[in-house]
Protein backbone atom coordinates (compact mmCIF):
# COMPACT_ATOMS: atom_id res chain seq x y z
CA UNK A 1 0.00 0.00 0.00
CA UNK A 2 1.37 3.67 -0.84
CA UNK A 3 0.89 6.47 1.57
CA UNK A 4 1.92 10.11 1.01
CA UNK A 5 1.18 13.60 2.24
CA UNK A 6 1.61 16.89 0.73
CA UNK A 7 1.52 20.16 2.84
CA UNK A 8 1.53 23.73 1.70
CA UNK A 9 1.97 26.97 3.50
CA UNK A 10 2.29 30.70 2.59
CA UNK A 11 4.63 29.94 -0.26
CA UNK A 12 2.31 30.86 -2.84
CA UNK A 13 2.39 26.73 -4.33
CA UNK A 14 5.42 25.19 -3.23
CA UNK A 15 4.20 22.08 -1.67
CA UNK A 16 6.05 19.72 0.05
CA UNK A 17 5.20 15.72 -0.40
CA UNK A 18 6.46 12.58 2.02
CA UNK A 19 6.01 8.89 0.66
CA UNK A 20 7.44 6.66 3.02
CA UNK A 21 11.39 7.89 3.98
CA UNK A 22 11.46 10.28 1.11
CA UNK A 23 10.44 13.66 1.21
CA UNK A 24 10.12 16.57 -2.29
CA UNK A 25 8.95 19.65 -3.62
CA UNK A 26 6.26 20.34 -5.80
CA UNK A 27 5.50 23.40 -7.45
CA UNK A 28 4.47 25.28 -10.64
CA UNK A 29 6.11 26.99 -13.14
CA UNK A 30 6.89 30.55 -12.77
CA UNK A 31 4.24 31.41 -16.03
CA UNK A 32 1.41 30.17 -13.39
CA UNK A 33 2.42 32.02 -10.78
CA UNK A 34 4.42 29.43 -8.82
CA UNK A 35 8.46 29.20 -7.95
CA UNK A 36 9.26 25.90 -10.26
CA UNK A 37 11.41 24.87 -6.98
CA UNK A 38 9.96 21.42 -8.23
CA UNK A 39 8.09 19.71 -11.07
CA UNK A 40 4.40 20.31 -11.24
CA UNK A 41 1.69 17.78 -10.30
CA UNK A 42 1.20 16.61 -13.78
CA UNK A 43 5.14 15.78 -14.01
CA UNK A 44 5.39 14.19 -11.21
CA UNK A 45 2.34 11.78 -13.04
CA UNK A 46 4.50 11.26 -16.06
CA UNK A 47 7.23 10.60 -14.56
CA UNK A 48 5.74 7.62 -11.74
CA UNK A 49 4.48 6.40 -14.81
CA UNK A 50 8.48 6.21 -16.83
CA UNK A 51 9.66 4.89 -13.10
CA UNK A 52 7.09 2.37 -13.07
CA UNK A 53 7.68 1.19 -17.07
CA UNK A 54 11.60 0.94 -16.10
CA UNK A 55 11.61 -0.46 -12.83
CA UNK A 56 8.60 -3.28 -14.31
CA UNK A 57 10.80 -3.82 -18.03
CA UNK A 58 14.37 -3.96 -15.92
CA UNK A 59 12.62 -6.84 -13.24
CA UNK A 60 10.87 -8.53 -16.09
CA UNK A 61 14.54 -8.66 -18.55
CA UNK A 62 16.54 -9.76 -15.02
CA UNK A 63 14.13 -12.73 -14.77
CA UNK A 64 14.20 -13.56 -18.30
CA UNK A 65 17.87 -13.65 -18.56
CA UNK A 66 17.78 -10.93 -20.94
CA UNK A 67 20.86 -8.71 -21.49
CA UNK A 68 19.49 -5.24 -21.20
CA UNK A 69 22.26 -2.43 -21.43
CA UNK A 70 20.16 0.58 -20.69
CA UNK A 71 16.01 1.54 -21.35
CA UNK A 72 14.87 5.18 -21.84
CA UNK A 73 11.33 5.80 -21.41
CA UNK A 74 10.17 9.03 -23.16
CA UNK A 75 6.82 10.19 -21.66
CA UNK A 76 4.74 13.11 -23.50
CA UNK A 77 1.47 14.02 -22.17
CA UNK A 78 -1.05 15.88 -24.40
CA UNK A 79 -4.49 17.35 -24.57
CA UNK A 80 -7.23 19.09 -22.86
CA UNK A 81 -8.94 18.02 -19.37
CA UNK A 82 -11.45 16.21 -22.10
CA UNK A 83 -8.75 14.51 -23.92
CA UNK A 84 -5.58 13.91 -22.39
CA UNK A 85 -3.24 11.08 -23.82
CA UNK A 86 0.23 10.20 -23.05
CA UNK A 87 1.98 8.75 -25.57
CA UNK A 88 5.63 6.75 -24.00
CA UNK A 89 8.36 5.60 -26.28
CA UNK A 90 11.00 2.87 -25.66
CA UNK A 91 14.36 3.45 -26.15
CA UNK A 92 15.93 -0.49 -25.30
CA UNK A 93 19.77 -1.23 -25.69
CA UNK A 94 21.27 -5.08 -25.70
CA UNK A 95 18.18 -6.77 -26.75
CA UNK A 96 17.65 -8.35 -30.10
CA UNK A 97 14.18 -6.93 -32.00
CA UNK A 98 11.73 -9.73 -30.41
CA UNK A 99 12.93 -9.06 -26.78
CA UNK A 100 12.10 -5.67 -27.28
CA UNK A 101 8.53 -6.10 -28.73
CA UNK A 102 7.66 -8.46 -25.37
CA UNK A 103 9.24 -5.32 -23.21
CA UNK A 104 6.90 -3.34 -25.47
CA UNK A 105 3.96 -5.64 -24.77
CA UNK A 106 4.65 -5.73 -21.34
CA UNK A 107 4.98 -1.90 -21.00
CA UNK A 108 1.03 -2.21 -21.31
CA UNK A 109 0.56 -3.87 -18.18
CA UNK A 110 2.31 -2.24 -15.65
CA UNK A 111 1.02 -1.83 -12.60
CA UNK A 112 0.97 2.21 -12.57
CA UNK A 113 -0.37 2.05 -16.84
CA UNK A 114 -3.12 -0.31 -15.96
CA UNK A 115 -4.40 1.85 -13.36
CA UNK A 116 -4.35 4.88 -15.13
CA UNK A 117 -6.08 3.42 -18.20
CA UNK A 118 -8.68 1.81 -15.41
CA UNK A 119 -9.25 4.98 -13.12
CA UNK A 120 -9.22 4.82 -9.82
CA UNK A 121 -11.74 5.69 -7.23
CA UNK A 122 -10.70 8.24 -5.16
CA UNK A 123 -12.49 9.46 -1.83
CA UNK A 124 -12.39 12.66 -0.02
CA UNK A 125 -13.17 13.58 3.19
CA UNK A 126 -12.74 16.27 6.04
CA UNK A 127 -10.08 15.20 9.08
Request: hydrophobic content about 45%; glycine content about 10%; overall charge negative.
Amino acid sequence: MAQGTAHIGAARYRTRIEVGDHALTADEPESLGGGNLGPAPFDLLVAALGACTAITLKMYAENKGWPLESLDVALTLSGGKDARRIDRVLTIAGLDDAQKAKLADVAERTPLTLTLKSGVPIDTRLA
